[in-house]
């Protein structure tokens, strides 16, 4: 079942066109990642379906009802996160879940605790470091109820450890419970290691080059993923 359709979306500021008559879509639980150069347009496209911007021309439907320019129907992670200065972590991950009308504190909890910041449950946003801070957005981002969830280059404030470990929990993640993710990344390793399909973007002119199909089964052995006892 297609669960999001870009059709013939292209979107300009000023003379500048950065997304020309994109059309993709993305089917109930899967995992696709938009890779590309810096600057080819990746966080408008997430911009665009988030609501933030409307489309110039084209269409944008999640389970088919069009979704131009309207805000808050995807969880949305986006390149730059922020969290609120005067609430806790905690309270931080369960704001996704409570604009949404849900809240599951238990789940939140485990969850902080698995990204290894346990010890941060209750700290203040300024108490952490880049790194964390993008770990605590990504878990919010997780745990928001919306039927698809946007990361956009979630994992670049990482250490390469912590990264890997990020990437490896959010596949079991996905294995585990199916949801839907439309990933953003310019690093083309990690959109092969965690996507099924993958869309190209190229600089100029703007729109998908080519749409790849990870055609191999990924890479999940221990010779290439570090051994957990080295990443705890
Ligand atoms: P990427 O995420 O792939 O690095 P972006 O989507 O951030 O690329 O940007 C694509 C192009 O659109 C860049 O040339 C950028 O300067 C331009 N752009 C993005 N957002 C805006 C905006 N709000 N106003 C004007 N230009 C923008
Ligand atoms: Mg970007």
């Keep these: 079942m297609t669960l999001l359709s870009i059709e013939n979306v292209s979107k300009r500021f000023g003379q500048n066109e950065v997304i020309h008559n994109l059309s993709l879509q993305v089917k109930q639980g899967e995992?696709?990642?938009?890779?590309?150069?810096?600057?080819?347009?990746?966080?408008?496209?997430?911009?665009?379906?988030g609501g933030l911007l409307s489309p110039d021309e084209g269409t944008i439907r999640l389970q088919n009802e069009k979704i131009n320019g309207k805000r808050g129907s995807v969880s949305y992670m986006p390149q730059t996160p922020s969290l609120l200065p005067w609430r806790t972590i905690l309270q931080n991950v369960i704001l996704g879940q409570e604009l949404q009308g849900e809240t599951n504190r238990?789940?939140?909890q485990e969850m902080i605790q698995k990204a290894g910041l346990g010890d941060y449950i209750h700290s203040y946003p300024h108490e952490l470091s880049g790194g964390m801070k993008q770990r605590v957005a990504f878990i919010r981002a997780l745990l928001s109820p919306q039927p698809i969830?946007?990361?956009d280059e979630p994992f670049s404030a990482?250490?390469?450890l912590t990264r890997l470990d990020m990437q490896k929990w959010l596949l079991d993640i996905w294995e585990t419970h199916r949801p839907t993710i439309l990933f953003v990344t310019h690093n083309i390793e990690e959109a092969l290691f965690l996507s099924d399909r993958i869309f190209v973007l190229a600089n100029r002119p703007a729109h998908v080059i080519s749409e790849l199909t990870v055609p191999f089964s990924r890479p999940r052995n221990e010779e290439l993923l570090l051994e957990d006892r080295f990443l705890e």
Excluded: M, Y
Aim: hydrophobic share 45%; proline share 4%.
């Design 158 to 160: 990482l250490d390469e």
């Design 31 to 49: 995992f696709v990642s938009i890779l590309g150069p810096s600057g080819s347009g990746k966080s408008t496209i997430f911009n665009l379906i």
């Design 149 to 151: 969830i946007l990361l």
């Design 106 to 108: 238990e789940r939140a």
